[in-house]
């Protein structure tokens, strides 16, 4: 029998084998068409929030902000990319910010919190905020991501019993 001849055995085996790649790189498309949408989806809500979000890495220079951002500060996202959030935040509240920002950044799971925040235009916005850590591999700390809700002008109902932590 010349070399490059099967046995029926062997061109079962091949065939098989052949069927289960193909079925493997299936399963990976469809995977990756799921991840693709899901990430669509995410863009979205990122894109249509009203709440200003960024991206900080973990010295604070803005990796990302969304429209909202633009419209509650006034820098475009180009600007924003690059500046220290340090910029955002007026000079007396910076020192609790960074400690905010270092304990996320270790682990920590901090409650959303009332604080202000510095406008292009300079003027005090008061907003509540959440920071949350962005782990790259091996569970480390690469990015922090921010919301903020922007609270100047809303009128806050009276509230006695302590839920949404107003009391």
């Known amino acids: 029998m010349p070399d490059d001849e099967y046995t029926d055995d062997q061109l079962t085996q091949e065939v098989t084998e052949l069927r289960t790649r193909v079925k493997a790189l299936e399963d990976f498309r469809v995977e990756y068409e799921q991840r693709q949408w899901s990430l669509q989806r995410l863009a979205t809500v990122l894109h249509d929030s009203s709440d200003?979000?960024?991206?900080?890495?973990?010295?604070?220079?803005?990796l990302e902000w969304n429209p909202a951002a633009e419209r509650i500060d006034g820098d475009t996202k180009t600007e924003a990319r690059g500046m220290n959030v340090r910029q955002l935040i007026p000079a007396a509240s910076y020192p609790k910010e960074q400690e905010r920002m270092m304990a996320v950044s270790r682990g920590m799971t901090?409650?959303?919190?009332?604080?202000q925040r510095v406008t292009k235009r300079g003027l005090l916005l008061d907003s509540l905020r959440t920071m949350t850590k962005m782990a790259a591999q091996a569970g480390r700390a690469d990015s922090i991501s921010s919301t903020e809700r922007n609270l100047t002008g809303w009128k806050r109902p009276a509230n006695t019993d302590g839920v949404n932590g107003h009391s």
Not at 52 to 61: C, E, N, P, R
């Open 110 to 115: 901090l409650a959303p919190y009332e604080t």
């Open 52 to 62: 200003a979000i960024s991206v900080l890495d973990v010295d604070g220079q803005i």
